[in-house]
């Protein structure tokens, strides 16, 4: 997929390639993009070219803006059937649309804004000022210490579920300076050598998921009640046990399509 980031700059050209034979546009179903049983994002024909996703081959790919995003915690069951092929494109249109629904208004002068450059910005026309989509940095991390790996879980995951522990980077800080600073708050580790795994989009509403591991200075563990219910060391016999067999092991994982997932298989492979 193309994003065709020279292209947003010229509305005739997007109007354009909102006219040809092969455009299409995303559906919208009950506030996120429809996803058809083979995992492919469901398409119909341009009627409100607001955001210009880009070229898929030399198909243009445009969304609507709906009226609300909502049903994040619908979406996690949606996104298992998702191709991951078009996970990028959900999550842009996803984040885009939440973003446009919420931020109709300028933040400087607070008059109404108007879309731009194929849907990728906002001007006010008031006062001249741009504004654009946000990401949000989350870091999400594994610490490990004598050949296991610490692992938590909310209140709100289902029964038995643990995964990686999570946490939004602070203005003014590093990547690994954020994930020191949330294993110790939510867990009561100190960490060391810190390093960058991968990243995914976590469009909910617009965060990227930093992918992190940690070296544990002690096992230990003081858990922030507020933020988990619960915390635990496991193995690697348990984690691959858990991964083999969800429901009979000795925890829940993760799912396929989280980063979380991606950090306990490439943890398993190490």
Do not use: K
């Amino acid at each position: 997929m193309d994003r065709a980031d020279a292209l947003r700059a010229d509305p005739h050209a997007i109007a354009r390639l909102a006219g040809q034979a092969g455009a299409r546009q995303l559906v919208w179903e009950d506030g996120l993009p429809a996803i058809a049983e083979d995992g492919s994002l469901l398409w119909q024909d341009v009627s409100a070219p607001e955001l210009f996703l880009g070229l898929d081959g030399d198909e243009p790919r445009f969304a609507a803006i709906p009226e609300s995003v909502e049903g994040y915690r619908a979406a996690y069951g949606t996104m298992a059937n998702l191709a991951d092929e078009q996970a990028p494109l959900f999550a842009a249109a996803l984040s885009l649309g939440g973003w446009h629904s919420r931020h109709r208004f300028c933040a400087s002068c607070g008059r109404e804004t108007e879309i731009v450059r194929g849907g990728w910005s906002r001007s006010c026309a008031a006062c001249g000022a741009e504004h654009y989509p946000r990401v949000d940095p989350v870091v999400i991390m594994l610490a490990e210490h004598d050949g296991s790996v610490l692992l938590g879980r909310q209140p709100h995951y289902p029964e038995r579920r643990y995964s990686a522990l999570a946490g939004f980077v602070e203005a003014g800080e590093t990547i690994e300076a954020a994930v020191a600073r949330e294993l110790h708050e939510e867990a009561g580790i100190r960490v060391t050598n810190v390093n960058y795994l991968a990243s995914q989009p976590w469009p909910f509403p617009s965060s990227l998921m930093i992918g992190c591991r940690a070296e544990a200075l002690q096992s230990e563990l003081t858990i922030d009640t507020a933020e988990l219910e619960d915390a635990r060391w496991f193995t690697r016999d348990e984690v691959a046990a858990s991964i083999a067999d969800p429901d009979g092991g000795p925890f829940q994982p993760p799912p396929r399509f989280a980063i979380a997932r991606t950090l306990l298989e490439r943890w398993l492979a190490a």
